[in-house]
């Protein structure tokens, strides 16, 4: 992996930065601003708590796959090299992980990863409140499960939405589906980020928060190879 040194931890510019993950839900780290002497793990460490699955590695190897050459039940599996729907990650976890960090380590490609907020979702309380009621069905995973997709915590108030495995298991989220997905696709439209990969580059975005995709994978575009962390809640929240 990209190596690095503790002593950047206390850098300014990262502390601005880290102040623009918690007011606006997402930080990028170019490597021209020296991401690239950040360790992902330090990184992932100092905002809360990495976690994994049992049969996945603590850092993942985020690779492009065809429909055939992705592994059984993920989202590469389903769409292919074809574009992702915006989605929250980790969506089939009982409680998906409150961030997740990216960082680039080989692309060649120029297909961004765009990202969305999903805030006007949350913070309209009769939208979020409907949405609460009505109940999800997770699939395409070992043991389905029914959830919402809002979820209120401790913590705070997370919104869970990954069309590729969420299916509506009540009449009131069949009635919801077609409106929040409306929603979503004109937020989409209307505030999408794009974020443009260097090699080093670090994104870190509230995944309770933010949506995010990619677009379809340019057939002879060059390798983009990402690195993936799950980390639970800050410390401090």
Request: proline share 6%; hydrophobic share 35%; charged share 15%.
């Given at each position: 992996m990209l190596a690095g040194t503790d002593g950047r931890m206390e850098d300014p510019s990262l502390q601005l930065?880290?102040?623009?993950?918690?007011?606006?839900?997402?930080?990028?780290?170019?490597?021209?601003?020296?991401?690239?002497?950040?360790?992902l793990l330090s990184l992932a460490q100092l905002i809360g708590t990495p976690v994994h699955q049992s049969n996945i590695p603590l850092i993942q190897p985020i690779v492009p796959r065809s429909n055939d050459a992705a592994r059984h039940n993920t989202t590469s599996a389903l769409y292919g090299l074809n574009a992702f729907p915006p989605h929250t990650d980790?969506?089939?976890?009982?409680?998906?992980?409150?961030?997740?960090?990216?960082?680039?380590?080989?692309?060649?490609?120029?297909?961004?990863?765009?990202?969305?907020?999903?805030?006007?979702i949350l913070n309209d309380t009769?939208?979020?409140?409907?949405?609460?009621?009505?109940?999800?069905q997770i699939r395409r995973v070992t043991h389905p499960f029914l959830c919402s997709a809002i979820v209120d915590g401790p913590r705070g108030r997370a919104f869970r939405w990954d069309p590729a495995i969420m299916i509506p298991a009540?009449?009131?989220?069949?009635?919801?589906?077609?409106?929040?997905?409306?929603q979503i696709s004109s937020i989409c439209r209307d505030a999408p980020i794009t974020i443009q990969w260097h090699p080093g580059d670090i994104l870190v975005i509230d995944n309770w928060r933010m949506l995010h995709w990619r677009p379809s994978i340019a057939p002879k575009g060059g390798p983009r190879v990402l690195c993936r962390i799950f980390v639970t809640a800050d410390p401090t929240s």
């Open positions: 930065s880290m102040q623009h993950l918690y007011d606006r839900g997402w930080m990028h780290l170019s490597s021209n601003e020296g991401s690239s002497a950040i360790d980790a969506a089939h976890w009982p409680n998906p992980p409150r961030y997740v960090l990216f960082q680039c380590y080989r692309c060649q490609s120029n297909t961004p990863t765009m990202i969305v907020d999903a805030n006007p009769n939208r979020a409140n409907d949405l609460a009621r009505a109940v999800w009540s009449s009131h989220a069949r009635q919801s589906l077609f409106s929040i997905a409306e």
